[in-house]
C-alpha cells in the first residue's frame, strides 16, 4: 500500500463532484480482486487509483495500491475498456483486496470488516462516492464448503454495512 517513487500521485478533484461520466469502483474481495493476477498492467486513459492508506490518487499501473498482491490486476484493464466503450471518461478505482480470504472474513465481526470500514471512511474523507462495489470473491468459500445459506446471510450482512457507511451503489 505504499506510493512507488516512479508514481506522482495525481488530483481526486475530478471525482469528487457527482458526474455521470466517471465510474468510481470499489473493489474487494480475495486474490483476483487484489493484484494476484500473472502480468501487470498500467491503463493507458483517464483511471485512476484511489489508495486507502493516504487517502491520495495515483495513476492506475499494477500492483494498484490499496490491496496486498504484487502482480496484475483486471481493474486498469476494465478502466481502460469502459473508457474506451464510451461508457464514462474517467475511473477511479479503490481496490482493497485480500488474497485467500474467506466471505466470514469481511462480514460485520470478521477480522477484515474494520477495513471495509477504514476504506469507507477515507473515501467519506476525500469527498468520494462509489457508482460501484465489484466483489471478487467465492473460491475459498466454494473450497470450505460454506452452504449457500450462510454465504447469502454473510453477504446480505456486508451489504448492509456498506450502506451504514454510505456506500449506496449497485
Not at 470499489?26 to 484511489?50: D, L, P
Request: hydrophobic content about 40%.
Amino acid at each position: 500500500g505504499v506510493a512507488k517513487a516512479d508514481q506522482p500521485a495525481v488530483s481526486c478533484t475530478p471525482f469528487t463532484a457527482s458526474n455521470p461520466r466517471n465510474a468510481i469502483l470499489f473493489t474487494f474481495g480475495q486474490s483476483n480482486s487484489a493484484n494476484f493476477g500473472e502480468t501487470r498492467y498500467t491503463a493507458t486513459q483517464n483511471v485512476v487509483n484511489f489508495n486507502i492508506h493516504d487517502g491520495k490518487c495515483y495513476p492506475s499501473a499494477d500492483p494498484l495500491l490499496g490491496a496486498d498482491g504484487d502482480g496484475g490486476s483486471v481493474w486498469g484493464r476494465l478502466g481502460d475498456q469502459l473508457i474506451a466503450s464510451g461508457a464514462f471518461e474517467g475511473v477511479l478505482i479503490i481496490p482493497i483486496g485480500i488474497g485467500g480470504t474467506a466471505l466470514h472474513e469481511w462480514t460485520t465481526g470478521g477480522r477484515l470488516h474494520p477495513r471495509v470500514k477504514f476504506a469507507a471512511q477515507q473515501l467519506n474523507l476525500a469527498g468520494i462516492v462509489p457508482t460501484h462495489v465489484l466483489w471478487h470473491q467465492g473460491e475459498d468459500d466454494a473450497r470450505a464448503g460454506t452452504a449457500s445459506s450462510d454465504y447469502i446471510r454473510m453477504f446480505t450482512a456486508l451489504v448492509q454495512a456498506l450502506r451504514d457507511y454510505g456506500i449506496n451503489a449497485p
